[in-house]
């Protein structure tokens, strides 16, 4: 019996190696996922596009094949509802505050500064969401209307973004790897976004290349409140 078991042992050994080895030589297909899945927590922040624009340098991943209709989008829509209070600093959660400004309803603003959107809603109220801004350098401020609305949109980096990291992949398919997220609203002719994440708990911070980011429950919140036409005041 113990003669069996020594060469067990060793096969064991050998495919548990095989395992830990297999992430360095995986396929095209499986690359994007791996690349595009949650960074650990840090100075970063922003994940793999923000990752990317810092310096990192690309990690390697080829082109996912289009995925227009994302499947799973229902399902995931509810799971990132039922999440929605994790990984996020409870002051940025989002909740109803009184209003006094005086923007009508119905307009969204976003407080650059302070990192807050409001859906302003009648009666001197107003929905808050806690939102992720741009880096030093691509903050910006203006009024845009939301020119088109997608849910689970693919992502295809502008040429100046190209220019300035030509590592990064020219088109990603709509899905929770997608670091548009869940929904993206997009402003008037600008290359600017309100759009989701998957990576929550980067709300709160100066993370972005200019798109305000919100968690995905919050985005699919906001989608479904708002039209195309809003008006869109960013101070």
Not at 36 to 58: H, K, N, T, V, W
Not at 60 to 82: F, I, K, V
């Amino acid at each position: 019996m113990q003669r069996s078991l020594f060469p067990a042992i060793i096969i064991a050994a050998s495919v548990s190696g095989a395992a830990w080895a297999g992430p360095l030589a995986l396929s095209p297909d499986e690359r994007p996922i791996l690349a595009a899945a949650p960074q650990p927590r840090g100075a970063m922040g922003g994940g793999l596009i923000e990752f990317l624009f810092s310096g990192g340098g690309s990690p390697g991943y080829a082109e996912p094949r289009p995925n227009r209709a994302y499947a799973n989008a229902p399902a995931a829509d509810q799971l990132y509802e039922q999440q929605a209070n994790r990984d996020i600093d409870p002051r940025y959660e989002r909740q109803e505050v009184a209003y006094n400004g005086k923007e009508a309803p119905g307009t969204i603003v976003i407080d650059t500064p302070n990192k807050f959107l409001f859906l302003i809603e009648p009666g001197g109220k107003a929905m808050r969401y806690g939102v992720g801004v741009g880096r030093p350098g691509f903050t910006w401020a203006g009024v845009h209307t939301i020119s088109a609305k997608k849910e689970w949109p693919d992502w295809v980096p502008p040429d100046e973004m190209l220019q300035r990291q030509p590592g990064l992949p020219h088109f990603m398919a709509g899905g929770p790897n997608n670091p548009l997220g869940a929904r993206a609203m997009y402003l008037g002719s600008t290359l600017y976004r309100i759009h989701g994440s998957n990576e929550p708990w980067t709300i709160g911070h100066n993370v972005s290349s200019g798109c305000i980011r919100l968690r995905n429950a919050d985005v699919i919140d906001l989608y479904s409140r708002v039209k195309v036409g809003t008006k869109v005041v960013v101070l």
